[in-house]
């Protein structure tokens, strides 16, 4: 049985009253006949109503939406595209009431030759969220230092990019002397502290490109791009002696602290992310060996 004009209305009203989507019907010029604004409480639909919906939007996205919508007509599939809305760039948007950023999940369906349904979610909150979990899973909670995990996705994609361009890069793993004393003497809040002073003050004294995480308990890595042997060395002794005078205050106490570092440098093709920290890591023992306070480099470098 044919389905009566009134017949389908009733249902689309229905289904798009229950729909949390801002739902925009368009006829087959484009034009907006109608606006179901769903959870969008900020929409007053009658903005929207009889404009050519894609020039409601700035150009970048009008071109996309266009084709959105002659894909749905042709293919009678429907078309998914995310859309990025800043009510700055879009008078129309702003005069419909949009204040905030939104991304917007989007489809469109044709549901014959003369009409199509626009329909969009809101999604920034879902992708701020998602943003806040990779940036939660990369850094170190007591520190905000980056992490191991980030570390070693930054040195090994680093040391290729390095490896292709001919760039030369080096490696400093620090450790702080004797640690766990300060653990036993002051406790465990002094040394959660003496971390965190740490890395503060490293965060301000490392350059732009220089990348710098907590790898283990008292131990950190600084990975140096564009930085020879020697220069490395130069690095490393800044960081010594930024250590060395640090002044942290913990209670009715200033506690002091030392590092040894041990460096290494890409040496040829062959080279990988693992194998320079692993000679980092040989010569940070070295240092440890000799005592506290200390560097040690690449004997043959
Ligand atoms: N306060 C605090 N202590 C930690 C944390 N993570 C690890 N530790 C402690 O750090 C200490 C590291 O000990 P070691 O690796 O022996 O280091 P160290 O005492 O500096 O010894 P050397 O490296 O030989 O000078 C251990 O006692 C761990 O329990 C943390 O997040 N906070």
């Known amino acids: 049985m044919a389905d009566s004009g009134s017949n389908y209305q009733q249902r689309f009203d229905a289904l798009s009253s229950a729909l949390e989507q801002i739902v925009v019907h368009l006829n087959a010029a484009g034009e907006v006949t109608d606006v179901r604004?769903?959870?969008?409480?900020?929409?007053?639909?009658?903005?929207?109503?009889?404009?050519?919906?894609?020039?409601?939007?700035?150009?970048?996205?009008?071109?996309?939406?266009?084709?959105?919508?002659?894909?749905?007509?042709?293919?009678?599939?429907?078309?998914?595209?995310?859309?990025?809305?800043?009510?700055?760039?879009?008078?129309?948007?702003?005069?419909?009431?949009?204040?905030?950023?939104?991304?917007?999940?989007?489809?469109?369906?044709?549901?014959?030759?003369?009409?199509?349904?626009?329909?969009?979610?809101?999604?920034?909150?879902?992708?701020?969220?998602?943003?806040?979990?990779?940036?939660?899973?990369?850094?170190?909670?007591?520190?905000?230092?980056?992490?191991?995990?980030?570390?070693?996705?930054?040195?090994?994609?680093?040391?290729?990019?390095?490896?292709?361009?001919?760039?030369?890069?080096?490696?400093?793993?620090?450790?702080?002397?004797?640690?766990?004393?300060i653990n036993s003497t002051h406790g465990l809040d002094a040394g959660d502290r003496v971390l965190q002073a740490f890395v503060q003050a490293m965060q301000n004294f490392k350059r732009t490109a220089d990348f710098f995480a907590r790898f283990s308990d008292d131990a950190f890595v600084m990975f140096l791009p564009e930085t020879n042997h020697d220069q490395a060395l130069l690095a490393a002794e800044r960081v010594r002696r930024l250590a060395e005078n640090l002044e942290i205050d913990f209670e009715d106490v200033t506690l002091k602290i030392t590092v040894c570092i041990g460096s290494a440098t890409l040496q040829d093709t062959e080279d990988s992310a693992e194998d320079i920290l692993k000679r980092a890591e040989e010569n940070l023992f070295i240092a440890k060996q000799s005592g506290s306070n200390r560097i040690e480099g690449e004997s043959d470098a």
Not at 47 to 56: E, P, Q
Not at 135 to 146: I, N, S, V, W
Request: some cysteine; aromatic content about 8%.
């Open 37 to 181: 604004a769903g959870d969008a409480q900020w929409l007053h639909p009658d903005v929207l109503l009889t404009r050519t919906f894609s020039s409601l939007f700035s150009s970048d996205i009008s071109a996309h939406i266009d084709a959105q919508i002659e894909s749905a007509l042709a293919s009678r599939e429907p078309q998914k595209l995310l859309v990025s809305m800043n009510p700055e760039h879009s008078l129309d948007w702003r005069e419909a009431g949009l204040t905030d950023a939104q991304v917007w999940d989007t489809r469109v369906v044709a549901v014959n030759d003369d009409e199509l349904l626009w329909i969009a979610r809101d999604i920034a909150d879902a992708k701020r969220s998602e943003q806040k979990a990779i940036t939660l899973a990369q850094r170190d909670p007591l520190t905000g230092a980056y992490n191991r995990r980030a570390l070693m996705t930054i040195l090994k994609q680093s040391v290729a990019q390095a490896k292709r361009y001919d760039w030369v890069c080096s490696f400093l793993k620090i450790d702080i002397d004797h640690f766990s004393d």
